[in-house]
């Protein structure tokens, strides 16, 4: 009877289960059977009679049963399923090993929803078919495609995937090398000569998509300059036959670049982004070294002078300098960057006049090149 008993669940799984036992029944059955007196007892067999003790604890022990049976099932059921995955994964990383190049391992991937086993492998490249699952035509219907691209190179695509997603701000060294045109300089014309100019700064850079940032900053600016006056600026400023002579001089200046870029990718990790960019300078000159050298000769008596003056000092508040520089350049990375830029337009001014620096001119163009290191 009890093996008849105990087999009963699993030949009627849908059996209906007893009424919940009343608390009295409940009592009365422990009672009986901690007296253990079992059938003797003829009040315990109306208590058999009236609870069904024997009932309700044959179907309580069933029920603990089941509780483990289902439990261990789902246990058993989960590790296949991991088992399966693995093994899945494995076929994708052993496929993608065999190929000859060291290239990025692009496949199509189909596998069974229900439990994750694979169907088949496909190479985006070469397009060939691997089939992992003979006993399967064709993927059923709740199959699932994924694509896939692992590669002996995955750990490099990670970390600049991971660099690609650095949050603003970037922050970095900048430095740049200028070459400018100037033909006014202490209000007399000259003859434009040997200028060059470096540039060395803090930088700080915001993106506001992809490949396209905003970058601004502080430099200090150093220019270098030998200058020839023009003869007949002077001659007619101080009514003689012949004027020669020149000025070289030395500055430094504090500047403020607020530059855009505009740039697009080369590749499809778009590491490697050409950009077009625009910048606006504000300088304000400090200090200034400078040295003259002038000879003057009156064509009339046949006699002249030289004068041979050196000057330094600070410059005056009004003296500011506006700048304008367009042009392209590359950037790696978002990390390292190299840049031309040309000046179509600037103002210079001084105390008591308005220069500015030369562009498109015969003698040349205002230049820089500057590049910039990142973290």
């Given at each position: 009877?009890?093996?008849a008993?105990t087999?009963e ?19 009365f ?6 007296e253990n ?5 003829s009040?315990c ?10 009932t ?7 029920l603990?049963?089941k509780?483990?049976?289902d ?6 059921k989960?590790l ?9 994964a ?9 190929k ?17 086993s694979?169907?088949e492998?496909q ?7 691997v089939?992992q ?11 699932v ?10 750990v ?12 603003n701000?970037y ?30 700064g ?6 506001f998509?992809?490949?396209?940032s ?8 150093y220019?270098h ?14 009514k003689i ?20 870029r ?7 990790a ?8 625009a ?8 200090y ?9 000769t ?35 990375f ?7 830029q040309f000046?179509p ?6 105390t008591?006049?308005?220069?500015n620096?030369?562009?498109?001119d ?6 820089r ?5 990142a973290?």
């Open positions: 009877n009890k093996a008993v087999k669940p699993e030949q009627t799984p849908q059996k209906s289960l007893l009424p919940p036992i009343s608390e009295e029944c409940k009592n059955c422990g009672l009986c059977d901690s007196q079992g059938e003797s007892s009040t067999e109306k208590v058999e009679a009236q609870c069904k003790c024997s309700y604890a044959e179907q309580e022990r069933m603990t049963e509780a483990v049976a439990s261990i099932a789902a246990v058993d989960f296949n399923q991991m088992q399966t995955v693995q093994a899945s494995n076929s994708i990383f052993e496929f993608c090993s065999k000859e190049q060291a290239e990025p391992c692009s496949v199509l991937v189909k596998i069974k929803s229900e439990d994750m694979l169907i492998i190479d985006l490249a070469q397009k060939p078919i089939e699952d003979s006993t399967v035509n064709e993927a059923p219907k709740d199959s495609i994924v694509a896939v691209a692992p590669a002996k190179d995955s490099a695509k990670d970390s600049s995937a991971k660099l690609k997603k650095h949050a701000p922050m970095g060294l900048s430095i740049a090398f200028e070459s400018y045109l100037e033909k006014e300089f202490a209000n007399y014309y000259v003859y434009p000569g040997k200028q060059s100019g470096l540039n060395l803090f930088m700080i850079r915001w993106y998509y992809n490949w396209g905003f970058q601004t900053g502080a430099n200090l600016v220019h300059a030998e200058h020839v006056f023009d003869g007949f600026d002077m001659g007619h400023y101080y036959g012949n004027g020669n002579g020149g000025i070289e001089y030395q500055n430094l200046m504090f500047e403020i670049p607020l530059q855009f505009f740039g697009f990718p080369l590749d499809k778009g590491e490697v982004s050409p950009f077009i960019s910048s606006f300078h504000v300088r304000k000159p400090i200034m070294w400078a040295e003259y050298d002038v000879e003057w009156w064509s009339s008596l046949y006699y002249g002078y030289d004068i041979d003056k050196s000057y330094d000092g600070f410059y005056a508040l009004p003296d500011w300098e506006f700048l304008t520089y367009v042009g392209f350049g590359i950037e790696f978002r990390r390292f960057s190299l840049q031309w000046l337009v600037s103002i210079v001014t001084n008591d006049t308005i220069n620096y030369y562009c498109d015969s003698d040349g163009i205002t230049w090149i500057s590049m910039d290191l973290w």
